[in-house]
């Protein structure tokens, strides 16, 4: 019989705030570090992941709840999210996004960049036409 290869990681999608209702409507209006902090234990030890996405737009949020992450022990997957942003401006974004996420992997291996998820959904300019997000300006 031939052995199948199973996969390692068991994870969960995490939202510190992505703006799809508009630049005044969060997904997540407020951020504690103390209750991001307390959430990384239940997905840890409660639901057994080994592995985490962080998704979001604000920068400064996706790095303190990826550092909490690996604390943890956590595989993290750095995700940001930024809509209806031009190219230029989602290049830059994407550009302050790798060094946050490179000054994470040389404290852990265990950090992945994930870089266009959803991109064509969230931004005009990916395929010339609008998003399924309306635009807010």
Not at 1 to 21: E, H, L
Request: hydrophobic share 35%; proline share 3%; with cysteine.
């Amino acid at each position: 019989m031939k052995q199948t290869q199973s996969f390692s990681r068991k994870g969960i999608n995490y939202d510190v705030g992505t703006f799809t209702r508009g630049k005044e409507s969060s997904s997540r209006d407020t951020f504690n570090p103390s209750v991001v902090k307390r959430e990384r234990e239940i997905i840890k030890n409660d639901l057994h992941c080994n592995a985490i996405r962080i998704s979001g737009q604000d920068v400064s949020r996706l790095r303190v709840a990826a550092e909490l992450a690996i604390e943890q022990g956590l595989e993290v997957m750095f995700s940001p999210a930024l809509v209806n942003a031009t190219e230029r401006e989602t290049l830059l974004y994407f550009a302050e996004c790798t060094k946050a996420a490179e000054g994470l992997r040389k404290k852990s291996p265990n950090i992945i960049f994930v870089a266009g998820c959803e991109l064509t959904f969230l931004h005009r300019y990916a395929v010339g036409a609008e998003t399924i997000v309306p635009s807010t300006g």
